[in-house]
């Protein structure tokens, strides 16, 4: 019993049926539980089954869309190569092909290097805030910190990297704010991914802000779902990463009944 609303499993069922399909997935809070050390954060047992059946599947593609480094994604994702990559919110692929890699200029690499000793500073003076490192920025993690002390660590970030450096990419995340040289999103990744794949629909599932412009980059026929609490443009919502689980476990079940029968 997966508990699933009928309107969602009627849209997946009919998302099953198509040609070819791109699952395009985010991994912290919609794949995996969100959990203090990043290092540490593993899909749901139910979800890893689901993927790996699914990306084995002829007609499917199988994408992992997140906000962490490519390299990030890959140690805790643990999928094989055919599962599509894309890391740092659409800034680094990991297709069928090599040389996918993220190539900065030296004024970005100039830039990340300024937002680094600020960023450093911030994080050095506020108690248990820290800094993750990706190729074109860092995200400033305030997850274990005080509420006041987060929102202090938030503002003097704001503060100081507008002061030093002009038009930052900043996003607000889940106890994370995170700064880029370079401006992509998931909304642009999964364009991309749309036209790679050849994908005639795409489901999204994910849970956070950056998300968002995911699913607005949904057409008809496709399936958004939002994973836990706030607004969202998706049309449907489940509770959390389990509950996305059990979607697409259904998912992989649909597409074989309508391919296989
Ligand atoms: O796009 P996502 O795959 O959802 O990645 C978003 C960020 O996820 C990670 O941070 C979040 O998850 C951590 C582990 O559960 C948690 O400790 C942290 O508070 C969350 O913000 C990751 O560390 C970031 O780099 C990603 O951008």
Avoid: C
Avoid at 73 to 96: F, M, Q, T
Avoid at 182 to 191: L, N, V
């Amino acid at each position: 019993m997966t508990g699933l609303p009928d309107p969602l499993v009627d849209a997946l069922r009919a998302f099953a049926a198509a040609p070819r399909i791109l699952v395009a997935l985010d991994f912290d809070g919609t794949l995996a539980p969100v959990v203090d050390d990043p290092a540490r954060a593993r899909a749901v047992p139910e979800a890893q089954d689901a993927v790996l059946r699914l990306a084995g599947m002829p007609g499917v593609r199988v994408a992992l869309v997140s906000g962490r480094s490519l390299s990030s994604l890959i140690e805790v994702a643990e999928v094989p190569d055919r599962v599509l990559l894309v890391g740092s919110h659409g800034i680094e692929l990991r297709l069928d092909e090599p040389g996918d890699a993220v190539a900065l200029d030296a004024a970005e690499l100039e830039r990340v290097e300024v937002l680094r000793e600020v960023l450093e500073d911030v994080a050095s003076g506020i108690d248990r805030v820290w800094l993750e490192q990706k190729p074109a920025g860092f995200a400033l993690h305030t997850r274990l910190a005080s509420q006041a002390d987060s929102r202090r660590a938030h503002l003097v970030a704001m503060e100081e990297t507008r002061a030093e450096l002009e038009g930052l990419t900043v996003r607000h995340g889940k106890n994370v704010l995170e700064f880029a040289v370079r401006s992509t999103t998931k909304g642009e990744a999964i364009e991309h991914l749309r036209r790679y794949t050849r994908a005639d629909r795409v489901l999204y599932a994910g849970d956070d802000v950056t998300d968002e412009d995911a699913f607005a980059a949904l057409l008809p026929g496709d399936v958004g779902v939002k994973s836990g609490a706030g607004p969202t443009v998706a049309a449907f919502r489940v509770a959390g990463p389990e509950e996305v689980a059990h979607a697409i476990a259904r998912l992989a079940e649909l597409r074989t009944d309508a391919h296989e029968h």
